[in-house]
């Protein structure tokens, strides 16, 4: 792909998220990478209305090589990137149910919400909660690499979601899976829910290739 051609990607990615209202204001941010380096949407910017002029291109180990300010969760990607060296994007939202799911305590130590949708089996897999750190502070990235349970999906606590996928495409649809996941597990919180049968839950994730390393029930 081109660089006009990611940059467009990257400019309708954001579009999706704030059309699937998981980016309010100027929260969140997102990445591309193409070989050695990474197309990222800059500090302060505004996800449904980027423009060319407001994404940063920077080299695998952070470096800036010309554009726009990178946001500063920088370290949050470049870790999800060496996580999943497979993966090509990654988006971090501070969307509604996210954040509230990640103010809560977490139903495993690898995986903050319960298997209680096929889709999020198939679409995201399990998604831990990683321990507090301030925006920006370079220790996010540090929670991400210090884990030791595979993900493509994470909450950061009373913070938001960060996810990654093979392509721009599915990371956003990740994320939004992820978001009505975490919006049911708030719904039937408290309540004597029933979850997905382990047998369905191990096959599912294997089917579709998703992390599923945690309790089954």
């Known amino acids: 792909m081109t660089a006009p051609d990611l940059a467009a990607a990257l400019i309708d990615a954001g579009r999706q998220l704030v059309d699937a209202g998981l980016s309010p204001g100027s929260?969140?941010?997102?990445s591309v990478r193409d070989g050695d380096r990474i197309l990222m949407t800059g500090t302060g910017t505004r996800l449904g209305a980027l423009e060319r002029t407001d994404l940063a291109e920077l080299a695998l180990d952070g470096t800036p090589l010309g554009g726009a300010r990178?946001?500063?969760?920088v370290a949050l990607h470049l870790a999800l990137y060496a996580k999943?060296?497979?993966?090509?994007?990654?988006?971090?939202?501070?969307?509604?149910?996210?954040?509230?799911?990640?103010?809560?305590?977490?139903?495993?130590?690898?995986?903050?919400?319960?298997?209680?949708?096929?889709?999020?089996?198939?679409?995201?897999?399990?998604?831990?909660?990683?321990?507090?750190?301030?925006?920006?502070d370079p220790a996010m990235g540090e929670r991400i690499a210090a884990s030791p349970h595979p993900f493509r999906a994470a909450l950061l606590a009373n913070h938001g979601a960060v996810v990654s996928g093979e392509d721009l495409a599915r990371a956003v649809d990740s994320t939004i899976e992820l978001e009505e996941w975490c919006r049911i597990a708030l719904l039937t919180q408290g309540a004597a829910r029933t979850l997905i049968a382990p047998e369905h839950v191990r096959a599912l994730a294997d089917r579709w290739g998703m992390p599923w390393t945690g309790p089954l029930a």
Request: proline residues 16%; hydrophobic residues 45%.
């Open 27 to 30: 929260s969140g941010n997102v």
């Open 70 to 73: 990178p946001s500063k969760e």
């Open 84 to 136: 999943n060296p497979e993966h090509a994007a990654v988006v971090h939202v501070h969307s509604p149910s996210a954040v509230a799911a990640a103010c809560l305590a977490p139903w495993s130590d690898e995986s903050a919400v319960p298997p209680l949708t096929p889709y999020a089996l198939m679409r995201v897999g399990q998604a831990p909660l990683l321990p507090f750190a301030a925006p920006g």
